[in-house]
């Protein structure tokens, strides 16, 4: 029922910037955090950033503070990370998470991740 669908990924050089999207479809994420996780070959999956959809309050790791902006437009359903000032170890496959804090606490979704080159 639930899908995320990230988007935006690609490749970009060292400095730069980039924003991804995630379309969340299938029910109403009122009750929901919003999220982005990224993991790179090899390596395990990583927490990025999260914000509630209802208030508003933002989380992130301290790898990309000053750096990575999370938003959502509740009209569209759609969560957002700008990442500016991009740095080679940025380089990942980036996933949109959802996370019930509600009916159904924990119960979590995930998209299938758009790929982020930063290139040096």
């Known amino acids: 029922q639930v899908q995320l669908v990230e988007s935006g990924g690609g490749l970009v050089q060292a400095g730069g910037s980039l924003r991804l999207s995630c379309a969340a479809s299938?029910?109403?994420?009122?009750?929901?955090?919003m999220g982005w996780f990224r993991q790179a070959p090899g390596k395990e999956r990583e927490f990025v950033a999260a914000?509630?959809?209802?208030?508003?309050?933002?989380y992130y790791t301290d790898s990309v503070k000053g750096r990575f902006t999370i938003s959502r437009a509740d009209a569209k359903n759609m969560v957002y990370l700008q990442m500016n000032s991009l740095k080679p170890e940025d380089t990942a496959v980036y996933y949109c998470n959802a996370v019930s804090t509600g009916d159904h606490y924990g119960m979590e979704y995930w998209g299938n991740g758009t790929l982020v080159t930063v290139s040096s």
């Open positions: 299938g029910r109403t994420f009122s009750s929901y955090s």
């Open positions: 914000i509630r959809w209802s208030g508003g309050s933002t």
